[in-house]
């Protein structure tokens, strides 16, 4: 059982390079979320995605830009990397509606900005 | 003030022994409330979900106390196992898209 999936593991990036984190779950899920994870300060939710078509911005949308593809694909787009965006990244999703759920994670994404 | 607060940790505990993690939350509206469990370098995954009433799973207690907007988990007999990053989660509406998280408690469970 896959879950979520998201690539790449690890990235190290340039200040000002662009780059996509994908992600893909086979839970058929309708909702997504990308969340960020930096030490002492717990997860923080970038952007999410409550159904196919529907993206809305989180705690710290700033500096990323995000694509619900279809049901099972969500990305994360950071235009300018910036050393402030070195962090874990993770992808969630959860069954949505209602009753929010169990949210599942992928691996997550380490990635550094130079 | 942070949403979702938990102790500062870490907690270092023997084998055996029952430790408490306590955390609490500033929206009273809340509606949701979950412990999710983080091993070193990997995702957090539920651990459990926290109802009004208490409940238990096996060797783990978690409690709610909505008037003073206190959440609790207790984990009981502690194994090497245990050893992990707790993570205390709050929804703060009823359509799922507000998941907070706190900052988290390591424990480690030492032989």
């Known amino acids: 059982n896959a879950g979520v999936t998201q690539t790449p593991k690890f990235q190290v990036l340039k200040t000002g390079q662009s780059m996509t984190l994908q992600c893909a779950q086979d839970?058929?899920?309708?909702?997504m979320y990308w969340y960020r994870q930096d030490p002492g300060m717990g997860l923080r939710l970038i952007y999410y995605?409550?159904?196919?078509?529907?993206?809305d911005k989180g705690e710290v949308p700033n500096g990323y830009n995000v694509s619900r593809l279809n049901k099972r694909e969500f990305s994360l787009r950071l235009e300018s990397a910036a050393p402030s965006q070195t962090s874990v990244y993770f992808c969630?999703?959860?069954?949505?509606?209602?009753?929010?759920?169990?949210?599942?994670f992928g691996e997550g994404s380490r990635l550094t900005v130079l | 003030r942070k949403e979702v607060e938990q102790d500062p940790g870490p907690f270092n505990v023997p084998e055996g022994a029952t430790v408490a993690f306590n955390c609490t939350y500033s929206?009273?509206?809340?509606?949701?409330f979950f412990w999710y469990r983080q091993d070193c370098r990997k995702e957090p995954k539920l651990l459990m979900s926290?109802?009004?009433s208490g409940n238990e799973d096996g060797r783990f207690t978690a409690q709610l106390n909505r008037a003073s907007q206190y959440i609790s988990l207790l984990i009981r007999d502690s194994k090497l196992s245990d050893s992990a990053t707790y993570l205390c989660?709050?929804?703060?509406?009823?359509?799922?898209?507000?998941?907070?998280f706190g900052p988290g408690t390591r424990l480690s469970v030492l032989p």
């Open positions: 969630a999703s959860s069954a949505g509606g209602s009753w929010p759920g169990e949210l599942f």
């Open positions: 839970m058929n899920h309708n909702s």
């Open positions: 995605s409550a159904s196919e078509g529907t993206t």
């Open positions: 929206n009273s509206a809340s509606q949701s």
């Open positions: 926290v109802y009004s």
């Open positions: 989660v709050v929804n703060g509406d009823n359509y799922g898209q507000n998941f907070v």
